[in-house]
């Protein structure tokens, strides 16, 4: 069982960077794939960035690519992502999910991950 929690988020101004974290309340991140999602009002969840479970891989969606970095430190049991030259399209529940595996398997669908945090907003004004 992972529990997970979603921390980082806010109201920010379009050009601004965020940086997200993505902790584990319960189990550990070591043997996960990890990555972020996230919703905008009346909007489909739309896959962001994912990360293989030592950081070897990450892929990331067309709308962040260039301006998102996605990491993480197993040791501190934490994903991150870092979002720069935010946009008013970037406002979104910004989610963390999680998957069990060591492969390089890099999903994008939502199904494929079986945890996912509570979700933090952020919000880009222009």
Known sequence: QVTLVESGGGLVQAGDSLRLSCTASEGTLSLHVLAWF?????????FVSVITWNGGKTVYGDSVKGRATVSRDNAKNTVFLQMNNLKP??????????????????????????????GTQVTVSS
């Open 38 to 46: 996230r919703q905008g009002l009346g909007k489909e969840r739309e």
């Open 89 to 118: 399209d970037d406002t979104a529940v910004y989610y963390c999910a999680a998957r069990p595996g060591r492969a390089d398997y890099t999903p994008r669908q939502s199904g494929e991950y079986r945890y996912w945090g509570q």
